[in-house]
């Protein structure tokens, strides 16, 4: 027993003089990391970067730029005269009520943008005079657009979108058709499974939305798809001959067609974000999370 106890004692008196010995050696380590050394460059500052919303709607522009598309933008207080007359949307829509549509008290006529649709009836007016020489008219029109919607995982009061619009000569369904799964594949990769629905929307005839294989859960159905597999992405159509007569061209000789995306949705299908709010909060984490978007 005496010489268990001898053991144990000398075993407890080394163990204290290692514990002693590496708490010194932490310090001193410790004490070497924050020295001051003034031949060091000072350390950077956090860099800012782009909101991941503006990096896609960058993004969707160099989908279309090489198939000829330049950028137009206007202003996001509008008339009813560019938002909804020139777009052929009849007085009695519901969209032009007060329940969907923010209009200024005390301006009669004057509203917030409830699409980017205006962009493209003031383009039209202002190139129309020259498209004999150019031979037609395509561009994107980024921006933000307000709607009275309700806040949950996929609507927001402000929200942007992406529209775009082309017109010349024999321009038909199968230009559309074409033009818009090549930029659903350049966006959501090769393999996307792209689909076309009929629809309707006042400034275009015959009118179609453009849904795209729900990412988030494979088609099998989720809350972001509502159970279906599909998520429209954008709607679409060719222009409604009183839309290309509003801006002063002759629907016998000119043709186009007109589409939008939102650009949150798309981002949520691109990023597999499940609720648009978060683009909103600001959260440090998720917009480092997003940086690669």
Known sequence: GAAINGLKNRWEEGLKARQAVLEASKKQSASRAW???PDLPPPLPARGALHPLNRLMDRLVEVFRPLGYHVEEGPEAETEAHNFDGLNIPEDHPARGSADTFYFAGQKGRLLRTHTSPVQV???KRLAANIQETGGIRFLS???VYRKDEIDPTHSPMFHQVEGMLVGRGIGMQHLKGTLAHAMKALFGPGADVRFRPSYFPFVEPGCEV???CPLCGGSG???CK????VEILGAGLLHPNVLSYAGLDPQ?????AFGMGVERTAMMVSLTPDLRLFFELGQRFLKAMGGL
């Open 142 to 144: 980024p921006g933000r």
């Open 122 to 124: 003031r383009v039209l």
């Open 253 to 257: 000789t000119w043709s186009g067609f």
């Open 211 to 213: 849904d795209v294989r």
């Open 35 to 37: 020295a001051w050394d």
């Open 227 to 230: 159970g279906s597999g599909w």
């Open 222 to 224: 989720c809350r972001v």
